[in-house]
């Protein structure tokens, strides 16, 4: 036991000498401090916030422009064109560039962060199309604009429909 014991502390000695030898504790506590201000700021990507929002009470038809997640929608819906509220229909690939708008459910009487994504590459779905400005931003503020076609960053800028994830509740600044 006492010769294993003794290996485990050579070995573990040598490993540490070989990296110390090749790294600095400057580079060691750069590198940590990313790794905690990229975990600190994982909190804050849409995806991690939309997740909350699972199970939130919802009526009405997704398919009708009046649904209240389409406030600040411009575009047709997914719902009709064979995909779901947040979910962009088969060969049709989200634009990571949204806009956003906040919208009252019906339900519990608060406001929630809606972002809508336009969902790009396959030509565009001629059912359903919803025009609602509630709250809409002129186009010189374009992160709140929905006249403006977001298939930007996609593979094809060809625009299909929209869809309107719940990112959050929205709260008093």
């Not at 009709?80 to 956003?100: L, R």
Request: charged share 20%.
């Amino acid at each position: 036991m006492n010769k294993l014991v003794q290996w485990i502390d050579k070995t573990v000695d040598a490993s540490s000498r070989a990296i110390a030898s090749r790294s600095s504790r400057r580079g060691f506590l750069g590198r940590l401090g990313g790794y905690i201000v990229g975990a600190s700021a994982l909190p804050l990507l849409p995806v991690a916030r939309a997740q909350a929002a699972e199970g939130l009470a919802e009526m009405g038809d997704p398919q009708s422009c009046d649904y209240w997640r389409y406030c600040a929608l411009g575009g047709t819906l997914c719902t009709c064109c064979g995909g779901s509220i947040s979910t962009c229909p088969p060969g049709a690939e989200p634009s990571p560039i949204s806009w956003v708008g906040t919208c009252r459910n019906p339900v519990d009487g608060k406001d929630y962060l809606i972002s809508y994504n336009d969902c790009c590459g396959k030509a565009v779905c001629a059912r359903c199309f919803c025009h609602r400005a509630e709250r809409d931003m002129p186009v010189y503020f374009p992160s709140k604009a929905n006249d403006i076609l977001w298939c930007f960053g996609t593979e094809s800028q060809a625009y299909h429909c929209t869809v309107a994830a719940v990112i959050g509740e929205a709260t008093a600044s």
